[in-house]
Antibody, heavy 117, light 110 residues
């Protein structure tokens, strides 16, 4: 069974940083591209970032480019999202997601990030 | 990348059929067969219901079906059931090697 478990969320001040890990199990992590998707309170889904199987290709939404960095450790089956220069509009539930052939097929349960003073 | 366009809400009675549209551009919906649909119940993670425009993952009811014409994709739910009440999102892979979602549609089963 595919499991994606995010952690690291919490309350952070504007301008601060957070690192979100996502522990994957139930599949061969190193064989799949991965993504982060977020959902602001009461709002829709927004794709944030994606990374290829070997980590060489990384893409970002314009809203986070230059502030967020996606990475992965295949030896630990873990995906990461480093978030810097956080803004109030980054407040959201952040979901870790597995990709199969250009489709987001599995989602974690999400971790809430709140940016507020 | 602009969000795909979905109706904010749709409704139907048990047993009826409803269709949710998802409009994009030639750079996303119209240019790829990588269109997906997700169901999200309140407080839960999204669940994949349709992928590659019209394919259902194992375990998803055949009451759910998808299609695409040009830059617009559609999700049809037949034989509506109370448990279908949820938010539905479309998504497409894009020419920028990113993904874009629709704004979401709230389905109410009357």
């Amino acid at each position: 069974e595919v499991q994606l478990l995010e952690s690291g969320g919490g309350l952070v001040q504007p301008g601060g940083s957070l690192r979100l890990p996502c522990a994957a199990s139930g599949f061969t992590f190193s064989n799949y591209d991965m993504s982060w998707v977020r959902q602001a309170p009461g709002k829709g889904l927004e794709w944030v970032s994606g990374i290829s199987v070997n980590g060489y290709t990384r893409n970002y939404a314009d809203s986070v480019k230059g502030r967020f960095t996606i990475s992965r450790d295949n030896s630990k089956s873990t995906l990461y999202l480093q978030m810097n220069s956080l803004r109030a509009e980054d407040t959201a539930v952040y979901y870790c997601a597995k990709i199969r052939t250009k489709t987001i097929d599995y989602w974690g349960q999400g971790t809430l990030v709140t940016v507020s003073s | 990348q602009s969000a795909l366009t979905q109706p904010a809400s749709v409704s139907g009675s048990p047993g009826q059929s409803i269709t949710i549209s998802c409009s994009g551009t030639s750079s996303d919906v119209g240019g790829y067969y990588y269109v997906s649909w997700y169901q999200q119940h309140a407080g839960k993670a999204p669940k994949l219901m349709i992928y590659d425009v019209s394919n259902r993952p194992s375990g998803v009811s055949n009451r759910f079906s998808g299609s695409k014409s040009g830059n617009t994709a559609s999700l049809t739910i037949s034989g509506l059931q109370a448990e279908d009440e949820a938010d539905y999102y479309c998504s497409s892979y894009t020419s920028s090697s990113t993904w874009v979602f629709g704004g979401g549609t709230k389905l109410t089963v009357l």
